[in-house]
């Protein structure tokens, strides 16, 4: 067992706060998986101990000065769950008997499951700071619309008006963004809800967009409507066949196969345990692959 050595730590703080908390966990696992001669092997080579030397969380917090997580909730200088491996070592290399090693070890499973727990609210914050990060370029992106006179729509990179601009309009407006549509492209319209957008060119219709209750409008609702996709694209890659595919989630690959027809599993790596999580745009796209792969199956199902 290559066991976690001091560089280790200062390396994985030095790229951030998850990777601190991963190194740790890999150290404690260490310890908990030791077998009671390796341990006492590890101890006296000084190649395992309790001490912050080893903890990539201590080597974090000193190196950013912020306060390492885990003292978040305590106040203190460490965990009730860190003291409790401090004491049960102590004691196991006091006297190295079977029960001391096993009340070691328990110990250092509870530190594990505590430092999953930390590293699931991180990666979650995670995703939170990016998503925050994504709508506040969005926003400064709105910001730069260039603005235009509505008398004789001149418009400058500069936003200087003309001078008929200047001598015949009131205001100024921002440019009318409106998305271009294609047939069958589906989404939604704050005021109008669910709609689908029909093209006038191919279908004779009442208005170019039919609404969830049955209805049409005719009015020009683009400019705030947010599309979801188009229902021939999805007919089409619905159609196709597909009985496994992976996806990547923040913390590990994880695997969706089709099994014998009747299940769907989702396979993780065995040494991944906590909260999987995915941005939204790979949520949508896991949840038509996986109705391709419900239909792949009903349609085995019907040769039969």
């Known amino acids: 067992m290559n066991l976690i050595t001091e560089q280790d730590a200062k390396q994985a703080a030095e790229q951030g706060l998850i990777p601190a908390i991963k190194c740790s966990i890999l150290h404690h696992e260490q310890g908990r998986d030791m077998e009671l001669v390796d341990l006492l092997v590890a101890i006296k080579e000084g190649k395992f101990g309790t001490s912050d030397e080893y903890c990539a969380l201590c080597k974090w917090e000193k190196q950013n000065r912020n306060k390492c997580p885990l003292k978040l909730d305590c106040g203190g200088y460490c965990i009730g769950e860190w003291f409790a491996i401090v004491d049960s070592l102590t004691l ?91 047939h069958g492209d589906y989404g939604h319209h704050p005021e109008y809800g669910n709609a689908v957008f029909i093209n006038p060119a191919r279908c004779d219709n009442k208005g170019e967009f039919e609404l969830e209750d049955g209805g049409y409008c005719s009015i020009d609702i683009r400019r705030d409507f947010v599309i979801f996709g188009n229902i021939f694209d999805d007919l ?65 199902q019907n040769k039969k």
């Open 92 to 182: 196991f290399q006091l006297d190295p008997s079977n029960a001391n090693h096993t009340a070691f070890l328990k110990a250092e499973s509870k530190m594990v499951a505590r430092l999953e727990a930390e590293l699931a609210k991180a990666l979650v914050a995670e995703i939170e700071e990016f998503k925050a990060k994504v709508e506040a370029e969005k926003k400064a992106k709105e910001k730069e619309v260039k603005t235009q006179c509505t008398a004789c729509k001149f418009n400058s990179g500069d936003k200087t008006p003309c001078q008929y601009c200047n001598d015949n309009c009131s205001r100024f407006e921002p440019e009318e963004k409106k998305p271009e549509l294609r």
């Open 236 to 300: 089409k890659a619905q159609g196709e066949d597909l009985e496994e595919f992976e996806v990547k989630s923040t913390s590990s690959l994880i695997r969706f196969v089709q099994d014998q027809g009747v299940f769907i599993d989702m396979v993780v790596p065995e040494d991944n345990v906590g909260t999987f999580s995915f941005p939204i745009d790979s949520v949508e796209e896991i949840g038509h692959k996986l109705i391709r792969m419900a239909r792949t199956a009903r349609k085995k």
